[in-house]
């Protein structure tokens, strides 16, 4: 008898290498860790796109680590390693050209029969992630798994350090990687503009944040210890349930929407212990640059000044998208709070509170392989606090004449263990599941 195939054996032949800038960026460059910079060292964002056969017509992969070396001559932070002042112990990056760390795995799925049957456990097959630390000087920052499924279609796997930047910065990288295999692939010479780091303001605030906080020392192993085991799962919205929902709630966004509907949610099932504050993260539009690197997406609190479990959704989805007396951009209160210690103190922003992340407008479909999008685009977190996060995502579709079943968003959230199968049923009972 033939034991089940587990999970972990369905992405094998692990070859990893390293790529680097394909020019020396020069002796004694640093880039130095803002304040914001630091509060996210214990958070990793994961990326896996799922491409078809024909997006990888003519496309090899000596064609694609080609394009990361003209890439990375831009984007050469990410080929660093985290060293700390002598004199402060304060982290910074030593921009070493020592690489990012490249992955090939083969999967004798196709992509098609993986996507049936997708979740967390098996997504994390597809991307190879391994924490920094406890050799601070030895750890990559950035994890690039290039996983080729039997029926020709691939999946890019993408393991990010937050440090460097948040998931518009992600998308932008590899968007702007793929603008390169596209020139590389038809023997033109690539070039990109020079990647800009952003200025970061100077803390003003010296009230403490809502939206982070202080979290015991994890010494050089960034990993964050929480207090309960945590789980992520995901499902799908269509248009039947946005418009559904919307007709309760009124003429707020679907974003504001849906983030209404999970915070009562979870308030129900959470039993007297229901989230009054919650963080919520979108795009800054004045950094709409597709070159910028960093941490600069709007960090807002939100505070509910009465019972969340039992309040109408309209009154919720509107506290959420124009309440601008409760609404606070935390972004300089964060960095006032960890330069008040220089760095030395360890914080977290995903999970500090529940917190809603809008990456509807983080261009995730502007990938393209032979012209072709991704099947899907999928990205999560990894170190996220005990009170949980949501990640809301935009899934392709069609015309705007789109089929009432057809889906437009994932919903991806990443909860303490216990309280996963009681919103299953709340979200069944909402006829969400």
Known sequence: MVPPQQDHDLVYNLRLSSVGPGCVTGSDVV??????????????????????????????VKNMKEAMFYLLNDYYITCGRIKRSESSGRPYIKCNDCGIRFVEGVCDETVDEWLETDDDSKRNLLVYHR??????????????????????GISLGLSWAHILGDAFSVSNFINNWGQLMAKVNVNSSPALAPRSLTNTAK?????????????NHVGDLWVLANNCKMETFSFNLTTQHLSNLQAKIGSVS????????????????????????????????CHDDNNVLGNNQIIRS????????????????????????????????????VEKDNGSTDYIMYGS????????????????????KPK??????????????????????????ENEGEPRYLVNLTLPEGQVFKLKAELKRAALL
């Open 31 to 60: 880039h130095d860790l803002s304040g914001l910079d630091l509060t996210m060292k214990l958070h990793y964002l994961k990326a896996v796109y799922y491409f078809s056969s024909h997006a990888m017509e003519g496309l090899t």
């Open 254 to 285: 679907a974003f504001d929407s849906i983030c209404a509907l999970l915070w009562r949610a979870i308030a129900k099932v959470r039993e007297g212990f229901e989230p009054q504050i919650v963080t919520v993260c979108r795009k800054d539009p």
């Open 131 to 152: 924490a920094i630390g406890p050799e601070l000087s030895f750890s990559p920052l950035v994890y690039l798994q290039v996983t080729q499924f039997k029926c020709g």
């Open 376 to 401: 899907l685009a999928y990205y999560s977190i990894q170190g996220v606090g005990d009170e949980g996060a949501v990640l809301i995502l935009p899934l392709p579709h069609g015309s705007a004449a």
């Open 353 to 372: 509170n529940l917190t809603f992340v809008n990456l509807e407008n983080a261009g995730l479909y502007e990938l393209e392989l032979n012209g072709e």
């Open 203 to 215: 803390p003003e605030a010296p009230s403490e944040p809502l939206s982070a906080k202080q979290v």
């Open 302 to 337: 939100i505070k509910a000044s009465f019972l969340v479990g039992e309040s109408d959704l309209n009154k919720l989805a509107t506290l959420i998208a124009n309440d601008q007396d409760q609404v606070c951009d935390e972004r300089n209160k964060i960095e006032a709070a």
